[in-house]
T-cell receptor, first 117, second 115 residues
Framework: AQKVTQAQTEISVVEKEDVTLDCVYE???????LFWYKQPPSGELVFLIR??????QNEISGRYSWNFQKSTSSFNFTITASQVVDSAVYFCALSAPKGGGADGLTFGKGTHLIIQP | ETGVTQTPRHLVMGMTNKKSLKCEQHLGHNAMYWYKQSAKKPLELMFVYSLEERVENNSVPSRFSPECPNSSHLFLHLHTLQPEDSALYLC??????????????FGPGTRLTVL
C-alpha cells in the first residue's frame, strides 16, 4: 500500500520569509514517481514538479526548490522569499506503475500555506 | 488554461436526482481520471481510464457510474446520492504510462452539493 504524509496542516509566514513544506511517503515499489501540486482558492490543481525514484538530484526553479531523499523517504518543498501569491494548499503525491496503462495518484492531506503581507 | 475543462462548475442536487458531470481534455492524452476531494480528507482516486477502458475502480459505490466514450471525454453519472457525497470532483488527464514518466493535469473541478 502507498501512503503520503504531510504532517503540517497549516503554515503561516510573513511575506519574504522562506518556508519548507514537508512530505514523507511510503511505498514498497522500487520504481515510483513523486509530485507536488498547488491548489489555489479557485480549486484547480496546478502541477509543479515530478521526480522519479532513480533521480535524487535536488531541483531549483526560481524561488521553488525540492529536496528528495530516499534514505528518509522524504520529498520536501521550499519556497524562498515567499510572496502573497504563494498562498494556497500544496499537495504531495505518489504514483507507482501497476497494470493497466495508467496509474492514479496517492495524495497527502495537503498543507495550507498562508503568506501574510 | 490547463486544457482540461469540467462542467458544470457547481451543482446542487437532491438525493433522488440523476445528474452527470462532464470532463473534456484538449491535450491529446490517452488516460483520464476522476478524483473526489472532501473536506478534511485526502484527494481520493475514484476511477482510471486508459484508452477508453476502465483500468481501476477504487471501491466506489455503484451510485457513481463513469463513462469514457472516447479519449477526450469522461463522464461521471450520479444517482441517488447521499449528503456525504458532497465534495469537489476533479477530473485529470495524462498521456498514460506509454509516456514515462507520466504527469496528470487537472481540471477546475465540479463543486457538488447533495441536499
Amino acid at each position: 500500500a502507498q501512503k503520503v504524509t504531510q504532517a503540517q496542516t497549516e503554515i503561516s509566514v510573513v511575506e519574504k520569509e522562506d518556508v519548507t513544506l514537508d512530505c514523507v511517503y511510503e511505498t514498497r515499489d522500487t520504481t515510483y514517481y513523486l509530485f507536488w501540486y498547488k491548489q489555489p482558492p479557485s480549486g484547480e490543481l496546478v502541477f509543479l514538479i515530478r521526480r522519479n525514484s532513480f533521480d535524487e538530484q535536488n531541483e531549483i526553479s526560481g524561488r521553488y526548490s525540492w529536496n528528495f531523499q530516499k534514505s528518509t523517504s522524504s520529498f520536501n518543498f521550499t519556497i524562498t522569499a515567499s510572496q502573497v501569491v504563494d498562498s494556497a494548499v500544496y499537495f504531495c503525491a505518489l504514483s507507482a506503475p501497476k497494470g493497466g496503462g495508467a496509474d492514479g495518484l496517492t495524495f497527502g492531506k495537503g498543507t495550507h500555506l498562508i503568506i501574510q503581507p | 488554461e490547463t486544457g482540461v475543462t469540467q462542467t458544470p462548475r457547481h451543482l446542487v442536487m437532491g438525493m433522488t436526482n440523476k445528474k452527470s458531470l462532464k470532463c473534456e481534455q484538449h491535450l491529446g492524452h490517452n488516460a483520464m481520471y476522476w478524483y473526489k476531494q472532501s473536506a478534511k480528507k485526502p484527494l481520493e482516486l475514484m476511477f482510471v481510464y486508459s484508452l477508453e477502458e476502465r483500468v481501476e475502480n477504487n471501491s466506489v459505490p455503484s451510485r457513481f457510474s463513469p463513462e469514457c466514450p472516447n479519449s477526450s471525454h469522461l463522464f461521471l453519472h450520479l444517482h441517488t446520492l447521499q449528503p456525504e457525497d458532497s465534495a469537489l470532483y476533479l477530473c485529470a488527464s495524462s498521456q498514460g504510462r506509454l509516456a514515462s514518466p507520466d504527469t496528470q493535469y487537472f481540471g477546475p473541478g465540479t463543486r457538488l452539493t447533495v441536499l
